[in-house]
């Protein structure tokens, strides 16, 4: 038989020629697909032509089935994950999951499944909660040895908003969409966690470090300052001379550095460059969005589309490293600031020098007052000038009593009157004065904290480099053996060979591992069938000549009006007219040939 101007739908199975079903977790070897877990099914001609259902979380809850992750049945764990154990292998959080089938005639068939509505199966708006595949349910199946475990002791793949919708019309083949908002990795380090006690071991270790250095610089912590090192101050009347000077230095104190750091409001979150990583040191979580990676959403991906590529494992390693080695210049900035507060003190010993004056020619050029400067401070006072000075000054024994000659018997400027009001001035000026012209001195010491803040980051970063050089290799290591994630998952469909199915998100366990069972688990599942190829039966294959046959058929567009049909002979050629048959609406057809002795010999339809 020669069909004259025919399109050819996708291809059937036994049964009602068209089905339509949804489930939202499929699972290997176990039977999900009642309606409280959002299964529905339809067909044509049998019906239900339409099946809705909702996914009753708490029916999930209370599943007590067991999934095997190797051969023979070993290798069992629970299908639900039970956070607070940790153990299973899947929740499920997402609201608003429906099921949808719809198969009106045996040439159509539509199901979605997820985030769906009731009514149409069309996409509805983001839902809220997501579901989680615990991968670390694999770990005894793949024999991860504690130490490993240590650096990762928990693998979550967190999932948001997921649905899918799954196509077959007449004559144009089977086709699917999906979306997938919100795709991530949840890994727990208990390494990752301990990292802020090892730095404030460390930083323990380097308040020695850097007492070791300021003692080079200042033994004792005392730095004697001779004669001449701080220049004499001019004050009022007089000059203040500075004689001998001490500077006390405290060594720093890195005890809160870790705590002040850890108590940041929010945590301690650091994210890499590029988005991917975001690294919680307080709690050892690390996040991975892997929608960057696919260009900022998941959606819109070819079929079949495999999440952890090389490339994009290359990229989340990368990115895990980048975000753990800001954590260097976090601990360093507590550190500089613990150095720049390292508490200064200062003595000393000055003199008062009257300067030449008519007015107080007894008491020219002689020391009329001494006694001691003073100061203290953090590092940052003393270089910025804003360190606290104050001065105890005393008049010096021995002076003339008058501070000029004698007037007919009468002193009028009495020295103990003109030496207080100088030391009022003085101890008014000091605080002023006197930090500006010390500041000079903290420079010299500033180098040597620079020296030491160096010294202790040095300390730091080997330690920050190691946890993270462990953390990526283990999960390098790890996840290609765990599992392949496959989003957009397309293939033969649930319903048999002929059917087609795309599930919006899919998870085969070990994958490449011996004796593996390839577990595999399926989110947001359509599946759909519809006669493909339409058929034309004739009811004898052998009549006598002059004799009737009765010709059949299914699977006929209605809308591309009559069949035409013609026999052909060996050769090809066509033997006696073409004729036609009406398609109904249901796409069968039906027909008779009168054969008048042309097929003798046999002859095609």
Request: charged letters at 10%; one cysteine or more.
């Amino acid at each position: 038989l020669v069909v004259l101007g025919a399109i050819a739908p996708a291809s059937a199975t036994t049964g009602d020629p068209a089905e339509s079903s949804s489930q939202f977790v499929t699972v290997s070897d176990l039977d999900l697909s009642a309606a409280d877990l959002a299964g529905t099914y339809a067909s044509a001609p049998g019906g239900p032509a339409i099946d809705t259902a909702v996914f009753n979380a708490a029916a999930f809850g209370v599943l007590a089935d067991n999934v095997a992750l190797l051969n023979g049945g070993h290798a069992q764990v629970p299908l639900v994950y039970n956070a607070s154990v940790p153990e299973g292998l899947l929740a499920v959080g997402q609201g608003d999951i429906v099921g949808y089938s719809e198969s009106p005639d045996v040439l159509s068939s539509f199901a979605a499944s997820g985030a769906v509505d009731a009514a149409t199966g069309e996409f509805t708006e983001v839902s809220n909660g997501g579901s989680v595949v615990n991968l670390d349910a694999a770990f005894e199946g793949l024999g991860v040895q504690p130490v490993t475990r240590h650096i990762l002791s928990q693998i979550e793949l967190e999932v948001g908003t997921a649905a899918s919708q799954a196509f077959v019309e007449a004559y144009s083949g089977a086709s699917g969409n999906y979306r997938l908002d919100g795709l991530s990795l949840q890994l727990t380090s208990p390494l990752l966690q301990e990292l802020p006690g090892v730095i404030d071991v460390t930083l323990q270790g380097a308040t020695a470090l850097a007492q070791e250095v300021l003692e080079a610089a200042l033994p004792g912590g005392v730095l004697p300052l001779p004669a001449g090192t701080i220049p004499d101050i001019p004050v009022g009347v007089g000059t203040l001379v500075v004689n001998d000077a001490s500077l006390t230095v405290t060594a720093p104190n890195f005890n809160g550095v870790v705590s002040d750091v850890m108590s940041t409001p929010g945590g301690v979150a650091m994210v890499s460059d590029d988005g991917i990583a975001t690294v919680n040191l307080n709690t050892g979580e690390i996040t991975i969005d892997l929608a960057p990676l696919f260009g900022g959403g998941m959606n819109n991906q070819p079929a079949n589309t495999e999440v952890f590529t090389d490339a994009n494992m290359a990229a989340i390693s990368a990115a895990v490293a980048n975000a753990l080695s800001k954590t260097t210049p976090l601990f360093a900035t507590g550190v500089t600031d613990a150095l720049h507060a390292t508490q200064l003190g200062m003595s000393v010993d000055v003199g008062f020098v009257m300067a030449p004056n008519s007015a107080t020619p007894n008491l020219n050029n002689l020391t009329v007052a001494g006694g001691t400067l003073t100061g203290s401070g953090s590092l940052d006072h003393f270089a910025n000038g804003t360190s606290v000075f104050s001065s105890t000054l005393a008049q010096t024994p021995g002076l003339p009593n008058c501070a000029r000659p004698l007037l007919f018997g009468v002193c009028l400027a009495p020295t103990s009157v003109i030496v207080g009001g100088a030391i009022l001035g003085i101890n008014t000026a000091v605080p002023t004065v006197a930090p500006d012209v010390i500041a000079v001195l903290a420079q010299p010491l500033m180098e040597a904290l620079a020296e030491a803040e160096n010294a202790v980051i040095a300390e730091i970063e080997p330690l920050v480099a190691s946890v993270y050089g462990e953390i990526t290799g283990a999960f390098d290591g790890l996840m290609p053996a765990l599992a392949t994630v496959v989003i957009n998952e397309q293939s033969a469909g649930d319903l048999g060979p002929d059917s087609f199915t795309v599930r919006a998100f899919g998870v085969t366990m070990l994958p490449e591992f011996p004796h593996t069972s390839r577990a595999h688990i399926g989110l947001a599942s359509a599946t759909v069938l519809a006669i493909a190829d339409p058929s034309v039966v004739i009811a004898e294959t052998e009549v006598q000549s002059g004799t009737t046959t009765a010709i059949t058929g299914a699977g006929w567009n209605p809308a591309g009006g009559p069949v035409t049909l013609v026999f052909t002979n060996e050769a090809g050629d066509p033997v006696g007219d073409p004729f036609t048959a009406e398609v109904a609406a249901d796409g069968a057809i039906s027909a008779s040939w009168a054969d008048s002795g042309e097929a003798r010999g046999g002859v095609c339809l």
